[in-house]
């Protein structure tokens, strides 16, 4: 079947640094993807989405870069800051899914002081 | 508002017991889902709801029951719990609009435990 999965399971960056998280999917027909981040104890949280006709989007602090070619996107987060720190995963959609979300299995982000 | 609620916020459950697993959402959204969360794996659809009456089975719904009698509420019932079902539950929602993208909002978990 279809899955999401990431890169690296830990990234540690020190803090005021910019973190890039990388995602790669593996179904050519995902068309919607989303960022989520889970705090220790909480449940995720929406960060940002990207439609697959676009090719980057910016939120406050986040961007997101999406390359279908290559069936990857990342989550860029600028001047981390220690309230960054959590585990950080990425979810597909696509047409015939019913919509519903496949999720990676998710990168753990540590800010260093 | 409280948007997505579960309980009970944690359960140790003797396996072979029943157990059933709140989840109230107070946004008016269609679709309700449930997942388990285990180290290394995500999250994982356990049952779904695009609206009111109706479910459906996700990627891991042995084991699991739902039942969606209103818009609000979506229970999990675990019938004969087994120790392979200790794991952090979330239940979440989205407003499923036709034709629309689907976030996703979640509830803050319930962490069982089987024994």
């Known amino acids: 079947g279809e899955s999401v999965g990431l890169h690296l399971p830990t990234l540690s960056v020190q803090e005021g640094d910019n973190s890039i998280i990388n995602c790669a999917y593996s179904n050519s027909a995902s068309d919607y993807f989303i960022w989520y981040k889970q705090e220790s104890g909480k449940g995720p949280q929406f960060i940002i989405d990207?439609?697959?006709?676009?090719d980057k989007r910016q939120g406050q602090r986040v961007t997101v870069l999406l390359n279908k070619t290559v069936k990857h996107l990342s989550l860029q987060i600028a001047a981390t800051q220690p309230g960054d720190s959590a585990v950080y995963f990425c979810?597909?959609?696509?047409?015939?899914?019913?919509?519903?979300?496949?999720f990676g299995s998710g990168t753990q982000l540590t800010v260093l002081p | 508002i409280a948007g997505i609620t579960q309980a009970p916020t944690s359960q140790i459950l003797a396996a072979g017991r029943r157990m059933t697993l709140r989840c109230t959402q107070d946004m008016r959204h269609n679709a309700m889902y449930w997942y388990r969360q285990d180290l290394g794996l995500g999250l994982r659809l356990i049952h779904y709801s695009n609206t009111a009456g109706t479910t459906g089975k996700g990627e891991v719904p042995d084991g699991y029951s739902v039942s969606r009698a209103n818009t609000d509420d979506f229970p999990l019932t675990l019938a004969s719990a087994v120790p392979s079902q200790t794991s952090v539950y979330f239940c979440a929602s989205s407003p499923k609009l036709a034709g629309g993208m689907n976030e996703q909002f979640f509830g803050p978990g319930t962490r069982l435990t089987v024994l």
């Open positions: 990207i439609r697959s006709n676009m």
């Open positions: 979810a597909e959609t696509f047409p015939g899914s019913a919509r519903q979300l496949t």
